[in-house]
């Protein structure tokens, strides 16, 4: 923002009014580097919506509201790389459990022991999805403040741009 004098004055304009509703001083330059760090952060770990490889599994044998209940509280969370084996346990053993249901469905042992490994690896993934974004949180928890100053400052810019307009 500091390249573009025009953003930077009303930043600068911005400031005193989001500091007067949080009570925070932040100083132009320090916002945007804080915002600027707090954003690459999160865009290295967050998915972004659209990811092919973040699609939930699919089987021509398996209803997909099965796969959706299953992966759909965790898969599209994070970027696969960061979980990039518990991603694949989870396809693995979704093509496993669609293969076993496509050729023996009349027997149970076969269907239930893929089904189980299923169960095992999307769980497991659950479980790094959540710890990859507690660590997230922790690791941006320090940047508590600049993360409520934006807020207030957006609020602030949105309420002004209401009355402008």
């Known amino acids: 923002m500091s390249r573009n004098t025009e953003l930077s004055a009303i930043l600068n304009k911005l400031l005193e009014p989001a500091s ?3 009570g925070l001083k932040v100083e132009a330059d320090i916002l945007e580097n804080e915002c600027s760090f707090i954003s690459q952060r999160i865009a290295e770990v967050i998915s972004l919506a659209g990811e092919s490889d973040q699609a939930i599994t699919s089987s021509e044998y398996i209803p997909k509201e099965f796969f959706n209940d299953m992966e759909s509280s965790w898969k599209g969370c ?36 893929a089904l189980t490994r299923y169960h095992e690896a999307c769980d497991n993934a659950k479980i790094k999805v959540i710890e990859l974004l507690r660590g997230l949180s922790s690791e941006l928890q320090d940047k508590i403040n600049i993360l409520v100053f934006c807020s207030m400052l957006l609020v602030v810019t949105k309420a002004l741009f209401g009355h402008v307009r």
């Open 20 to 22: 007067v509703v949080t």
């Open 78 to 113: 994070v970027k696969r790389v960061h979980a990039e084996e518990e991603f694949s346990n989870v396809d693995i053993a979704a093509e496993a459990l669609s293969t076993a249901v496509g050729e023996e469905w009349f027997t149970t042992i076969k269907v239930e022991s």
